[in-house]
């Protein structure tokens, strides 16, 4: 689906760019990356599967601009790819606040991959946008 690329900032499996030191293209990518208007656009107009893929690149992306250079695929340990608790932390709180969704920080050891946080998410935003909190 084409909005995710408009949504965080790259292509598809693309894991940030050389940044230099890192700090301004860093703080530019995170601050635009983190404007969930065009996720929540995307997700509206998105069946179920959809939906799935467009959160699973969505964290896919969050992890590579937390990890970059680190390439990330689908099925890549969050741990193993060298997520801290710091880290941790901070891909927790930025797809919260592009998602809308609570995420309790052991979700990111429940489901250690994008693959299975993207599941998680889509499921768990489904039922925030239903209205059923309890189940998310």
Not at 1 to 16: C, E, K, L, Q, R
Not at 52 to 77: F, G, H, K, W, Y
Not at 79 to 87: H, P, V, Y
């Amino acid at each position: 689906m084409n909005a995710h690329t408009t949504v965080n900032n790259h292509p598809s499996g693309d894991a940030a760019g050389p940044q230099g030191d890192g700090s301004a293209m860093q703080t530019d990518n995170s601050e635009s990356a983190l404007d969930g208007a065009a996720l929540h656009q995307a997700l509206a107009i998105a069946t179920a599967e959809e939906r799935e893929d467009i959160m699973r690149e969505t964290v896919r992306a969050q992890l590579a601009d937390i990890l970059a250079p680190a390439a990330i695929d689908d099925d890549s340990n969050f741990l193993e790819s060298g997520l801290t608790s710091l880290t941790a932390l901070e891909l927790t709180r930025n797809l919260m606040t592009l998602t809308d969704v609570e995420i309790p920080l052991v979700a990111i050891l429940e489901y250690a991959t994008p693959a299975q946080l993207g599941h998680y998410l889509a499921e768990a935003y489904a039922a925030v946008d239903s209205g059923d909190s309890a189940t998310a």
